[in-house]
């Protein structure tokens, strides 16, 4: 396995998790769910996109299968977000989406910290993201396909 080298040619070791976490955005970045995928996955009530940690996400509550609602929280990054807003897919799973953010007091200090609010904005984001992955990945594995 070669590991990518930067510009004065030192290798550089890509950690087990960061290589997983590449692979889990490049696979997953043209999710097409199935109503099978969505039946028992956490609904995002009151969303709004946040920007934080470097990555994209959201700041929700969350309403589990058994209808037991969250605290207000942020989930974990965002890899692909339906165009219709049904769903999203997050680094650790499927999420369906449900009412947007309107004027809940609790989500407001969240607001400074949101950046985004066009979901093309965040695909092209996304987008970027996943093309920097399968090129850092492909870098440091020659001839392995990541996009299967």
Request: a negative charge; proline letters at 5%.
């Amino acid at each position: 396995m070669k590991d990518e080298q930067d510009t004065a040619g030192t290798r550089i070791e890509l950690l087990p998790e960061h290589r997983a976490l590449l692979k889990t955005v490049v696979k997953w970045a043209n999710a097409q769910p199935t109503e099978d995928d969505l039946r028992d996955v956490p609904l995002l009530d009151d969303w709004m996109l946040y920007m934080g940690r470097g990555d994209i996400a959201f700041a929700a509550h969350a309403v589990m299968p058994n209808g037991a609602r969250s605290t207000l929280l942020t989930t974990r990054a965002i890899i692909a977000i339906d165009n219709d807003l049904k769903w999203a897919f997050l680094e650790d799973g499927y999420v369906r989406l449900g009412r947007r953010h309107g004027d809940n007091p609790e989500l407001r200090e969240y607001m400074l910290c949101a950046q985004l609010n066009s979901v093309p904005e965040v695909q092209a984001l996304l987008k970027a993201q996943t093309e920097a992955a399968e090129e850092l990945l492909l870098r440091c594995d020659p001839g392995r396909d990541y996009d299967a």
